[in-house]
């Protein structure tokens, strides 16, 4: 049946009808004819020609009648066991089809036990659900890229269009290239993170495991910033175990150091304080990253791995939330743990577990 095609059945099926009637005329035949032959044998009953002709016409007769009766039944049964649910599940469809996600069927409430239709009807709905869900994410998420790409873009036009001033001072004219410029950086780190990210949701990235001591790489990611903290003089405290080894991607962890010290020193005020540890505990390295920055509120911090999401839109031009989308792909990619803990005013602390290594050939971080 066609999408949108609506069939409607009688009660009545000549199909039916005569499929019936077929069934009922072997039987019914079968049983008269034993009958029959069982009276003559033991009672010796002879039958005369016109008895036979009225016990045939009343055997016809029963046929007809009881052909018509079982028809009827089996469209009654049909109507209501078997056609209703499926005009459901097919208007349900048909919404589906047409873009509308928040289509549902109300489950079949038969006689007796469920039947096929309910779990049909229920898979049916999980489906719906997961759909509207995924359709929700594309749409924030084209609607997100859209704003983001907006913005610099934005910004990149309107400086672009004060250089062209034949009578700007030179002072002004380098401030604007600067702003030309970093507007430039962090539309390039946009594209480059929304790619990655594209790639590890889509499992094109692949770990490449290797044995390498963990403290090297957490102190040359943490160096690549300095400039940062000494800019806004922040103090950096660290406590990092010697000789801890992990068996995972180097790369992609330097993807999670990276994003977790950024975001610590973004959203720590100048004066302020940023910590790193890495421990050991039983077969795992725990890394931790603390901050006395602005903290996150509970309600924010359901949200914060999600992408593009960002809590305070006072700082928005401070990041385009993708960050985090990142450390939670990549920690779970390779079987890591992370979590938050955070109040408001006083600070962040990330905390990533992973498992670490402890036999086999060390190799130097990157």
Request: glycine share 8%; aromatic share 8%.
């Amino acid at each position: 049946m066609k999408a949108g095609e609506k069939t409607r059945r009688f009660l009545f099926s000549l199909r039916s009808y005569v499929a019936f009637f077929l069934l009922m005329s072997f039987v019914i035949t079968c049983c008269m004819l034993l009958f029959l032959y069982t009276m003559r044998r033991s009672m010796g009953i002879e039958f005369t020609e016109q008895g036979i002709r009225q016990a045939a016409i009343l055997t016809f007769g029963n046929v007809i009648f009881l052909s018509l009766l079982c028809t009827v039944i089996d469209g009654v049964r049909r109507k209501f066991m078997v056609e209703r649910p499926v005009r459901r599940i097919v208007q349900g469809a048909e919404k589906l089809m047409r873009g509308d996600f928040s289509a549902r069927i109300e489950p079949y409430r038969g006689i007796g036990e469920r039947s096929g239709f309910d779990t049909i009807i229920d898979y049916f709905n999980r489906m719906a659900e997961e759909l509207s869900g995924v359709e929700t994410l594309r749409t924030d998420f084209i609607a997100n890229v859209s704003h983001e790409l907006k913005t610099p873009l934005a910004v990149l036009q309107n400086y672009g269009t004060m250089l062209q001033s034949p009578n700007l001072p030179a002072e002004q004219r380098m401030e604007y290239a600067r702003a030309i410029t970093e507007q430039s950086r962090r539309l390039a780190d946009l594209i480059t993170n929304i790619l990655k990210l594209n790639r590890l949701e889509n499992q094109q990235i692949y770990p490449a495991v290797k044995r390498y001591d963990l403290g090297e790489q957490l102190a040359a990611c943490l160096l690549q910033f300095e400039s940062t903290w000494e800019k806004k003089q922040i103090d950096i405290e660290t406590d990092i175990e010697e000789d801890v080894f992990v068996e995972s991607d180097d790369e992609l962890l330097s993807l999670v150091w990276n994003n977790l010290f950024s975001n610590a020193l973004k959203f720590t005020e100048s004066g302020g304080r940023v910590s790193v540890t890495l421990k050991t505990e039983g077969d795992h390295a725990v890394v931790s990253v603390s901050d006395t920055g602005c903290g996150i509120s509970p309600e924010t911090g359901k949200h914060i791995f999600e992408k593009f999401y960002q809590g305070d839109t006072s700082r928005a031009t401070q990041g385009n939330g993708l960050g985090l989308a990142l450390v939670k792909r990549v920690a779970d990619i390779v079987g890591g743990d992370l979590s938050v803990e955070s109040e408001v005013g006083k600070g962040s602390t990330f905390t990533v577990k992973i498992g670490r290594a402890v036999h086999g050939d060390v190799q130097k971080a990157p």
